[in-house]
Nanobody, 123 residues
Framework: QVQLVESGGGLVQTGGSLRLSCAAS????????MGWFRQAPGKEREFVARITWSTGITYYADSVKGRFTISRDKSKNTIDLQMNSLRPEDTAVYYC????????????????WGQGTQVTVSS
């Protein structure tokens, strides 16, 4: 079992920045990849970014590439999502996810999910 708790969401103006964190507990050794997804009201949950736990290989959605940076701290069992140059279309609930095996951008590849944290970008 892996438990995930997101934090760091909030309200920010267009062009601003936020840093989201995800704290993992439980059998974290079983996770091979961790990622971030987001979901706006009335829309499907979409992939944002992923990082492999052991090697730190990153992968980003085209919509956030160059603006968002995913990172992990293996000693703290955390992953962060640094979000810069935020736009109104980034407004969503952001979810942290952990995968036991190989995972990239498909929801079904992830086995554990956090409760989500709201990010609102005002114009």
């Amino acid at each position: 079992q892996v438990q995930l708790v997101e934090s760091g969401g909030g309200l920010v103006q267009t062009g601003g920045s936020l840093r989201l964190s995800c704290a993992a507990s439980g059998r974290t050794f079983s996770s091979s990849a961790m990622g971030w997804f987001r979901q706006a009201p009335g829309k499907e949950r979409e992939f944002v970014a992923r990082i492999t736990w052991s090697t730190g290989i990153t992968y980003y959605a085209d919509s956030v590439k160059g603006r968002f940076t995913i990172s992990r701290d293996k000693s703290k069992n955390t992953i962060d999502l640094q979000m810069n140059s935020l736009r109104p279309e980034d407004t969503a609930v952001y979810y942290c996810a952990a995968a036991l095996g190989i995972a990239r951008m498909t929801q079904g590849e992830y086995d554990y999910w956090g409760q989500g944290t709201q990010v609102t970008v005002s114009s």
